[in-house]
Every structure is written in structure tokens, then in C-alpha cells.
């Protein structure tokens, strides 16, 4: 799946990757190790405003080819463009719940609520908003970016879903994963024992002319260096070409698409 928005040039990738809510330690659910979503993407200013310009492709781990994997994203041209990431949290199905239904759920409102009056434009917002509004049982981690016409991306995440802001062949901007141990990020849950947007790493950064940006669950960056993503994306101009390839870098990568493979 691909989308152009604007005159700039945004890629963007997923694979599939899953989550579960936690307050604590002691509530936590860790998530199942699999292949998770990425988005990448590269950014040019058209006249004195920017915007981005998206290619899209989607990868769902082979066992949840039939529901389309568990994880969620939306891409909106509202303003300069706005991208978002939900990671379904895949500890669910053991209580017979469809770790998908709140991810996409998440995604479907906050696409709606991109213009709303009361989010301001404002990701951490945004988020609050879509995830009162989210009625499905389940839980997710999260990543918005909102970009504004004059070049700010404004960035707000819950859990380990990540985002890096590539110049010159270099990562010039980097979200920091929140865990409260390993394989158990922050997430946004339907249980009172999830996070909210209060929650939430809320980052700006000022883009330039020729910025790549990558957004992705945590299945991009556990598998695949930082290094191997710029150069990946330094061979490609073509942002949905780029996407696919990054995307096939990640599925090659680690345990689990090695077995993919076998």
C-alpha cells in the first residue's frame, strides 16, 4: 500500500510486531517476540512550507496473514502531514481477545481526529483522544509525528515504538523506548493498568531540505542496526522502492525471519 502527500518525499514501511498493558512491573505482560511494523521516510520542503510525501508497505507475520497482523498505522495529509504507528500487544490471544481490534481501532480514531479543535494539532493529544475513544479490549504502543508547514515535527509516544531523523547519511534525531523491563514496553490499554498520554516522550525537531525520516514499531530496530538503515536508504530516491527494501532488510534480519526462511 502507497500514498503520495504533497510535493515532499516521505517513505514509509510496516512489518508486524505485538504488545500488552502495564501500570507496573507486577502488571506488565510482556509482548511476544516477533516481527514488528517500521515506517520510514524522506522529507523536502515545496516552496517555503514542507510536507511529506508517503510510500507505504505492510508485512504481517506469517501466522496472522488471515487478520491482517496486529499491528495499525494511518498517514494523513492534514496541515504538513501526519504518521502514526500502533503496535499490537500479541499476550492478548491467550485470553481469546484479537490483539489487532484495539490497535487499528487506535489508528482508525486518531485518523479521525487529526483536525479536531481540541487536539490542537498536538500528537500527545491526538493520542489521548483516540485512546479514550477506543472501546476495543486489548492493548497497544503508540508513536504520532505532526508536522508543521515551517519544518517542526512535533513527536509523541507511548512504549518502544521509534522514530529517527536521518541527514546527510547520519541520525541527527532519536526517540528513546520506554520499558518498565525487558520485553515489557509502556502501552496504552483498554485496563486500567496501561499507561495514558501523560505517559507519553513528547519531542520536537526542526527538518530540513533532504531529511529521511523513519518511524516503525520496535520489530525495525530490534532487528536491524541504525547502520544498515541509512545505507539501505541511501541507495534508493524512489520512497515506496525504499520502503519495500527496508522492509525486506527487517524480515531477513533476526531469529524469528530467519525461521521465515528455513
Known amino acids: 500500500m502507497a500514498n503520495s502527500i504533497?510535493?515532499?518525499?516521505?517513505?514509509q514501511s510496516y512489518s508486524?510486531?505485538?504488545?500488552?498493558?502495564?501500570?507496573s512491573n507486577k502488571h506488565c505482560v510482556p509482548k511476544k517476540t516477533n516481527l514488528l511494523c517500521f515506517a520510514s521516510s524522506q522529507l523536502n520542503p515545496a516552496r517555503s512550507e514542507v510536507?511529506?510525501?508517503t510510500g507505504t508497505h505492510l508485512i504481517p507475520h506469517p501466522n496472522k496473514v488471515e487478520r491482517g497482523g496486529e499491528d495499525a498505522f494511518f498517514v494523513s495529509n492534514f496541515k504538513g502531514g501526519v504518521i502514526a504507528v500502533?503496535?499490537?500487544v500479541s499476550g492478548w490471544a491467550e485470553q481469546n481477545v484479537d490483539p489487532s481490534l484495539f490497535s487499528k481501532e487506535l489508528m482508525a480514531n486518531a485518523s479521525s481526529l487529526v483536525g479536531d479543535l481540541e487536539v490542537n494539532y498536538d500528537p500527545q493529544i491526538l493520542i489521548r483522544k483516540a485512546h479514550a475513544a477506543t472501546g476495543s479490549k486489548g492493548s497497544a504502543t503508540a508513536i504520532v509525528a505532526m508536522l508543521e508547514?515551517?519544518?517542526?515535527m512535533k513527536v509523541a509516544s507511548v512504549g518502544d515504538c521509534g522514530l529517527r531523523v536521518i541527514r546527510k547519511g547520519q541520525i541527527i534525531f532519536s526517540t528513546t523506548p520506554q520499558e518498565h523491563y525487558f520485553d515489557c514496553p509502556y502501552q496504552l490499554s483498554s485496563e486500567l493498568v496501561g499507561q495514558t498520554y501523560l505517559d507519553a516522550v513528547v519531542s520536537s525537531v526542526?527538518?530540513?531540505?533532504?531529511?529521511?525520516i523513519v518511524m516503525g514499531s520496535d520489530g525495525l530496530f530490534d532487528n536491524v542496526f541504525d547502520g544498515e538503515i541509512v545505507s539501505t536508504l541511501a541507495a534508493y530516491s524512489d520512497v515506496v522502492e525504499a520502503g519495500f527494501r527496508c522492509s525486506f532488510l527487517e524480515e531477513i534480519s533476526g531469529d524469528e525471519a530467519n525461521r521465515w526462511k528455513a
Do not use: H, I, K
Open 51 to 53: 510536507s511529506f510525501c
Open 86 to 88: 500502533a503496535d499490537g
Open 6 to 11: 504533497y510535493r515532499a518525499s516521505m517513505l
Open 16 to 23: 508486524q510486531l505485538l504488545f500488552q498493558p502495564c501500570l
Open 206 to 212: 526542526e527538518l530540513v531540505e533532504g531529511d529521511t
Open 149 to 152: 508547514r515551517n519544518g517542526t
